[in-house]
């Protein structure tokens, strides 16, 4: 892996990339110019791409609940978390300035800023718990796939990762938008100042991470056997 300067940079343009693209894709969602199925490809596709890109330099975490997960876990020491934490929020931030400023402020803020929010119905509570659970599959697929060296999966690990996300937003994505990720949900929400139930974006998709962190290490990584042949 390299540095920590250079893996910090790598976050950073990932996270981007990431809102840019996935918060453009929610703000042409709500303006009834896509469906449901695109914005779960877009998500899908820019984060396996940026995964599969900067995972040799950085791990591809691009996700605060990821990294969290890593150094619950003990992949990650606490500097490189702090490091890698902010650099994806200072990211999801620049992607959403630069989103705002590429459609326009009215569009912008008539989608929210293409930020996750609860659907009809759906309280905070049931809101953290979806986010938990979604985020979950997300993280145990990183542990089983860029984590766990014995598996072949290890170079397709961006695209595992990915379609991971394209199902959650499938599945889940009218519920709470089915972000996953803290950066996600802080970017546009920041730049279009909607705070509206921010539990849901930080405590789901944190906890969901360090449970299948957990799980995924003391299960399956603490006392490793050789791959299956």
């Known amino acids: 892996m390299e540095s920590l300067g250079k ?9 981007f990339a990431l809102v840019f693209v996935g918060a453009g894709a929610v703000i042409l969602y709500s303006s009834g110019s896509i469906d ?10 820019v984060l396996a791409i940026m995964v599969s890109v900067v995972g040799h330099v950085s791990g591809g975490h691009v996700n605060p609940a990821v990294t969290i997960a890593l150094w619950t ?7 490189r978390a702090v490091v ?8 999801a931030v620049l992607g959403a300035l630069l989103l705002r400023y ?15 929010a609860l659907g009809p119905g759906i309280s905070v509570g049931k809101g953290i718990v979806i986010e938990a659970i979604l985020t979950f599959f ?5 542990f089983g796939t860029a984590v766990d060296d014995r598996g072949p999966w290890n170079k397709t690990a961006g695209f595992t990762i990915g379609l991971v996300i394209a199902f959650d937003i499938i599945a889940f994505g009218p519920y709470t938008g089915a972000a996953m990720n803290p950066a996600r949900w802080f970017g546009p929400a920041l730049v279009a100042g909607v705070w509206n139930d921010s539990l849901v974006w930080i405590v789901g998709p944190i906890a969901g991470g360090i449970i299948a962190g957990v799980l995924y290490a003391t299960v399956f990584l603490r ?5 299956t042949p």
């Open 7 to 15: 893996a910090a940079v790598a976050e950073f343009v990932a996270t």
């Open 36 to 45: 449901l199925l695109s914005v779960a490809l877009a998500h899908g596709l």
């Open 73 to 79: 876990a003990g992949k990650v020491t606490t500097q």
């Open 84 to 91: 890698y934490t902010v650099a994806q929020l200072a990211g």
């Open 102 to 116: 590429v459609v326009g402020g009215e569009a912008f803020e008539a989608a929210g800023g293409g930020a996750p």
């Open 138 to 142: 997300l993280v145990f697929a990183v």
């Open 223 to 227: 006392s490793k056997e050789p791959a």
